[in-house]
T-cell receptor
């Protein structure tokens, strides 16, 4: 069964510094996708970045990058130059391509607090 | 485009009451999902649908029912509400065509339900 593990319940970072949020996954499906979502205090789920299992390069979206290490089954999110507005819950999630119904499996999340 | 619309945004139910959480999408997505998010946790799949007339159980289906009579609508029914169903409920949709081209997930803004 597929599983996502986020071992950091909370992380603190100072404004303008970089921070890495950890995510490891487990799947037997060779085709899968990895996602990171941001959930601010308002509650909505905001898509940040996506990495496919066959993508050769690490995904990047502005200040977000995904450090994808396939052999280690890790998909860490790196946020560069943190901003106060980055304070939120961050969830890692995985989609197995061959299940046929495209569901997402979520980790338990990491709460990031950015201080001035 | 409105995307995925959930109603209501907030609801308080008494134990034993029933209600329907509404979800509608205007993107012609074939896949739809219901997730619940308990405090401090990630999202867990309740039910999903791969198209009109087809639904199946997810990870935590007990106490819920769904139907998918149209592509657009995927209501979630709570029968005999219990305090354990206090949670935030997210509806989501995604699209995959016959060429296995996948169009990404879209989440609704959530329904916060309290059972007292």
């Amino acid at each position: 069964a597929q599983k996502i593990t986020q071992t950091q319940p909370g992380m603190f970072v100072q404004e303008k510094e970089a921070v890495t949020l950890d995510c490891t996954y487990d799947t037997s499906d060779p085709s899968y996708g990895l996602f990171w979502y941001k959930q601010p205090s308002s509650g909505e789920m905001i898509f940040l970045i996506y990495q496919g299992s066959y993508d050769q390069q690490n995904a990047t979206e502005g200040r977000y990058s995904l450090n994808f290490q396939k052999a280690r089954k890790s998909a860490n999110l790196v946020i560069s130059a943190s901003q106060l507005g980055d304070s939120a819950m961050y969830f890692c999630a995985m989609r197995e391509v061959n299940t046929g119904f495209q569901k997402l499996v979520f980790g338990t999340g990491t709460r990031l607090l950015v201080s001035p | 485009n409105a995307g995925v619309t959930q109603t209501p945004k907030f609801r308080i139910l008494k134990i034993g009451q029933s209600m329907t959480l509404q979800c509608t999408q205007d993107m012609n997505h074939n896949y739809m999902y219901w997730y619940r998010q308990d405090p401090g946790m990630g999202l867990k799949l309740i039910y999903y649908s791969v198209g009109a007339g087809i639904t199946d159980k997810g990870e935590v289906p007990n106490g819920y029912n769904v139907s998918r009579s149209t592509t657009e609508d995927f209501p979630l029914r709570l029968e005999l509400a219990a305090p354990s169903q206090t949670s935030v409920y997210f509806c989501a949709s995604s699209y995959m065509d016959r060429a296995q081209t996948w169009g990404g997930y879209t989440f609704g803004s959530g329904t916060r339900l309290t059972v007292v």
